[in-house]
């Protein structure tokens, strides 16, 4: 099966333009299916559905959480069907395999007073050029709701010329336009300055270089900034990451009257009813305020 795993990879990553992490992640699930396949002396020639959801219910078993379970079954759902396209088998063992319930947490939302303290920490937590970088990058993910993954591949042509939006490459490959606001523009125009006044830098095509070996800034480096501007502003770290800062870029939108459909754009989600969910939380909010009325105590 091993020897089937690579050709997958690389077919995935022609055809669907998967992502690095994506081909990464598929790559462990599937050499620990392969591992627990040869543990039972089968291979992917000869697994059996049987054989899968074994693999499955010894993960839960182990408690994997129904979120890991399902990214595994979608990577042996992928492979076995690619192997039955290719011919090296007749039938995909795992086609049929219902997935775990996922239960959808609401998204945990920082309010706009918790936003605004980290704006004020900025210049407490950072100096020179460290501040005109964390400024900017504070600004486009709360400003224009980027993932951090698509804040970090960002190359620095898509911010040349005082533009009034990002052209952003999402999941799957999709691109967006994410309009940016005045203060992020500003943000953006000042880490230009202090990134182009470093040759180094100057010739590097990403818009957040780096020292490192992907030449570029990391994820884990941009959660370490955020969770330091937490600590910084008296929030909790924890509750403080990229992925906060979206989740209060599409809550507040929402709170101010803007249309869910309008908000599906500016994340980039392929799907509306993954949008929706920040309806709940709005509606938590005003649950809330509505429990303070007068007519509502007992």
């Given at each position: 099966m091993r020897g089937w795993i690579t050709p997958f990879l690389d077919a995935i990553a022609a055809e669907r333009d998967a992502a690095d992490n994506t081909r990464e992640a598929y790559r462990r699930d599937l050499?620990?299916?392969?591992?627990?396949?040869?543990?039972?002396?089968?291979?992917?020639?000869?697994?059996?559905?049987?054989?899968?959801e074994g693999w499955l219910a010894a993960q839960a078993a182990q408690g994997a959480?129904?979120?890991?379970?399902?990214?595994?079954?979608?990577?042996?759902?992928?492979?076995?069907r690619f192997a039955r396209e290719e011919g090296w088998r007749a039938d995909d063992p795992a086609a049929r395999i219902p997935g775990p319930?996922?239960?959808r947490p609401l998204p945990d939302a920082l309010s706009p007073a918790a936003v605004e303290a980290l704006f004020a920490a900025l210049p407490r937590a950072f100096r020179g050029d460290a501040l005109a970088r964390a400024s900017c990058i504070l600004e486009v993910l709360y400003g224009a709701g980027l993932r951090v993954s698509e804040l970090v591949d960002l190359p620095?042509?898509?911010?040349?010329?005082?533009?009034?939006?990002?052209?952003?490459?999402?999941?799957?490959?999709?691109?967006?336009?994410?309009?940016?606001?005045?203060?992020?523009?500003?943000?953006?125009?000042?880490?230009?300055?202090?990134?182009?006044?470093?040759?180094?830098?100057?010739?590097?095509?990403?818009?957040?270089?780096s020292r490192g070996a992907s030449g570029r800034l990391t994820r884990a480096r941009v959660f370490q900034m955020m969770r330091a501007l937490a600590a910084e502003a008296g929030l909790d770290p924890a509750r403080?990451?990229?992925h906060a800062l979206r989740h209060a870029?599409?809550?507040?939108?929402?709170?101010?009257?803007?249309?869910?459909?309008?908000?599906?754009?500016?994340?980039?989600?392929?799907d509306i009813a993954t949008t929706e969910i920040y309806?709940?939380?709005?509606?938590?909010?005003?649950?809330?305020?509505?429990?303070?009325?007068?007519l509502a105590e007992d």
């Open positions: 050499d620990d299916l392969a591992g627990w396949l040869a543990g039972l002396g089968r291979d992917g020639a000869t697994a059996r559905r049987a054989d899968i959480a129904p979120a890991s379970r399902a990214r595994r079954l979608s990577a042996a759902r992928s492979f076995f319930r996922r239960a620095v042509a898509a911010a040349r010329g005082r533009p009034a939006a990002l052209l952003v490459r999402g999941k799957g490959g999709r691109e967006r336009l994410a309009p940016l606001t005045p203060p992020a523009r500003d943000a953006l125009a000042a880490w230009l300055a202090a990134r182009d006044a470093g040759p180094a830098a100057r010739a590097s095509p990403w818009l957040f270089p403080v990451s990229p870029f599409a809550t507040h939108l929402l709170e101010n009257g803007a249309d869910l459909r309008a908000i599906q754009e500016l994340l980039g989600h392929a309806t709940h939380v709005v509606s938590d909010r005003l649950r809330e305020l509505v429990a303070r009325h007068p």
